[in-house]
């Protein structure tokens, strides 16, 4: 299995550009979650998707920041526009399968995001 | 939001020490969590903890579930350079939903 999958790796773009992430999570897991890492806020949860379906996106910060999954092996997270606080790592995690790994989450190696 | 607290935040030891990592909270957690997360990678899952009072070992690290499941600790015999990283605990709040606690910085130096 090749995980949880992320592309780019990584980004840099200018402010007001828009920026669009993509993930592919592990086949056979029904949940997958968009993360933000900084240093200064650390591993923050933005949206997350059971079989598809938004289910929490109380931690996506303003309107600029929007998610689809238009099938269960493809996600998006797209920024527009881009401003320089969005700089981050971006992560993909995806869980799921059975009653017993729901809670465990498979990260993707991230998206390091740079805006200037 | 239930707070993941954990400690200390950085910790720089020796080669050969033994350690120990804490995660606590107030509440009571159904299961809980740990990732080590090495410079320029995600966060990779090192063990699930359930039962209070329960404990994981792997390999030199032991994972411990508090008795009444509001707090854990991981604990490394003889750490190890390739130990270095960001230890993070993390419970689940319903659904599969994660909340993360902001982690300890282990510096294991040769």
């Known amino acids: 299995d090749a995980g949880v999958i992320q592309s780019p790796r990584h980004e840099v773009t200018e402010m007001g550009q828009e920026v669009t992430l993509r993930c592919k999570p592990i086949?056979?897991?029904?949940?997958l979650f968009w993360y933000r890492q900084t240093m200064m806020r650390g591993l923050e949860l933005l949206i997350y998707?059971?079989?598809?379906?938004?289910?929490?996106d109380s931690g996506m910060p303003e309107d600029r920041f929007s998610a689809k999954m238009p099938n269960a092996s493809f996600s998006t997270l797209k920024i527009q526009p881009s401003e320089p606080r969005d700089s981050a790592v971006y992560f993909c995690?995806?869980?799921?399968?059975?009653?017993?790994?729901?809670?465990?989450?498979?990260f993707g190696p991230g998206t390091r995001l740079t805006v200037t | 939001t239930q707070l993941l607290e954990q400690s200390p935040q950085f910790l720089s030891i020796q080669e050969g020490e033994n350690l120990t990592v804490y995660c606590n909270s107030s509440?009571?957690?159904?299961?809980l969590q740990w990732y080590r997360q090495e410079p320029g990678e995600g966060p990779v899952l090192l063990v699930t903890v359930v039962t209070g009072g329960e404990v994981k070992k792997l390999k030199r690290l032991t994972f411990q579930f508090g008795d009444a499941r509001k707090d854990s600790s991981l604990h490394i015999t003889a750490a190890q350079p390739g130990d270095t990283g960001l230890y993070l605990c993390a419970h689940n709040t319903n659904a599969g939903k994660s909340t993360f606690g902001d982690g300890t910085t282990l510096t294991v130096k040769p």
């Open positions: 998707f059971n079989n598809n379906v938004p289910i929490d």
């Open positions: 995690a995806s869980s799921g399968g059975d009653r017993r790994s729901v809670n465990e989450q498979y």
């Open positions: 086949s056979g897991h029904n949940s």
């Open positions: 509440s009571v957690f159904s299961s």
